[in-house]
């Protein structure tokens, strides 16, 4: 599937980000501020962990040769970060090869003008050429996004560490600090923050979903490496950690009339009995956090993991296709799915098979291999057509529409999350190694001095 993606990346998209396998051509889009090849990038560690030695050959002569950082539009600080950021870092780190390291530091220089705000709080977009930084549009009131600023931490630490400037490190410990002094209402991080006042805006509260659930994850695997490393360190991370996951299952967590589990959204004081797909890689998330966890605690959010991770599953295969909705309701009588067309469409999305993956790791109870087989049948079956896999725009029938492209993220998380869930535990150990929100390994070491020192 890896090769067959790659291939025709290769052939109809080469330097583009993404393949529109239907048309045959390349997207380029407009978040990236002018750099290409975002799917060369996320592929990198897929393809030199699955031993694809030519293609990865191919993806980093592109890099050595024409990946261009001399660009000049406006780019989401967030995608870059954990697409081209976190794609290099592991590719560096797996590889040991500079040209992947100087690329990094100097594209990682390219975003440190988007923190140049009254708080340190980086606004969400930053033009490559000018420096000048904006918030989103569509943010409410010129506010910073939750899971775009707060999932920084991982890889800016990293370019601390293989760079020696200790500026990057210092950017986003401001962040932490930020937020531990800021007011959480029920003990729950809102979604928008002004990067001027430093003040949250309203109660508009998630589940973990797109806005809030990148920094819920990041949050939980910070938790995660700073426990494996070998000299334990700040402690102020793991309370805030525990005191996340408390609140979360006080407030969110919810049982349907079917038994199922699952974390609703939180809207200005009012609950919304609905879950995401962004939000299924929280099974994952808390079965990695439950193995720090004291011998009581584990054994509450193993099961919790496992409640979480099955409630996805039903979303699942409740369709016809075998593949889950953008988003799922429990209400009106029907649980784990929907009506609305707008949210029954499936863009190649890893979180599912995240949870898998962690969970097999983490229990190795077969039925989570099994689970993540049926996935990849569902994807041959619908998505893979004659030039690459598309999206499909309805899970529920079984002759749906394509959406003309391969994400750039199907090579870097689906694909390798599934790869993962059938290899042996010692590839990419979760002892050693902690996954960025794109899925970029990074490995385990001794960050968390950096993180204390800057």
């Excluded at 059938?422 to 590839?427: G, H, I, N, R």
């Amino acid at each position: 599937m890896m090769q067959f993606a790659w291939y025709n990346y290769k052939q109809f998209a080469l330097g583009k980000n993404e393949l529109r396998p239907v048309t045959k051509n390349g997207y380029t889009g407009g978040m990236f501020g002018g750099l290409g090849g975002a799917t060369i990038i996320d592929a990198l560690d897929t393809l030199y962990i699955m031993e694809l030695e030519d293609e990865f050959q191919e993806a980093k002569n592109w890099v050595e040769k024409s990946f261009d950082l001399d660009v000049k539009g406006d780019a989401s600080v967030f995608e870059v970060n954990i697409r081209y950021i976190g794609g290099l870092l592991s590719a560096y780190y797996l590889t040991g090869e500079e040209v992947f390291r100087e690329k990094v530091i100097r594209l990682g220089e390219k975003l440190l003008p988007a923190f140049n705000t009254p708080t340190g709080i980086p606004r969400g977009m930053v033009n490559f050429g000018s420096g000048v930084s904006r918030t989103w549009g569509w943010a409410s009131l010129g506010s910073s996004i939750l899971a775009e600023f707060g999932s920084l931490h991982l890889e800016f630490l990293h370019l601390t560490k293989i760079s020696g400037n200790p500026v990057f490190a210092r950017k986003v410990k401001n962040i932490r600090r930020v937020l531990n002094r800021t007011e959480k209402p029920k003990g729950l991080y809102p979604n928008f923050l002004s990067p001027v006042s430093g003040s949250w805006w309203a109660e508009h509260l998630r589940s973990g979903g797109g806005l809030g659930g990148s920094l819920q994850q990041i949050q939980i695997k910070g938790w995660s490496e700073l426990l494996m490393m070998a000299t334990r360190g700040d402690s102020s991370r793991i309370v805030a950690s525990l005191n996340c996951k408390t609140a979360i299952e006080t407030h969110l967590l919810q049982k349907s009339q079917e038994g199922l589990t699952y974390i609703a959204e939180w809207k200005g004081g009012v609950l919304d009995h609905k879950m995401g797909h962004l939000a299924c890689f929280s099974g994952g998330m808390i079965a990695l956090g439950a193995e720090d966890a004291e011998m009581g605690k584990r054994n509450h959010y193993m099961e919790l993991a496992a409640q979480i991770t099955k409630t996805c599953h039903e979303s699942y295969i409740r369709t016809e296709t075998k593949l889950g909705p953008e988003v799922f309701w429990f209400d009106f009588g029907s649980e784990a799915t929907t009506s609305s067309p707008s949210e029954s469409y499936y863009i190649l999305r890893p979180e599912v098979v995240e949870s898998y993956m962690y969970m097999w790791r983490l229990t190795h109870d077969p039925k989570y291999r099994q689970w993540g087989w049926e996935v990849v049948e569902a994807l041959e079956k619908y998505c893979r057509i004659e030039t690459g896999f598309s999206g499909i725009r309805n899970v529920y029938t079984t002759f749906p529409e394509h959406d003309n492209m391969q994400q750039s993220f199907f090579l870097a998380e689906t694909l390798k999350y599934l790869y993962l869930l059938f290899s042996e535990d010692d590839l990419l150990s979760l002892e050693d190694w902690v996954f960025n929100t794109e899925a970029h390994p990074l490995p385990v070491g001794h960050i968390h001095s950096l993180d204390r020192a800057h």
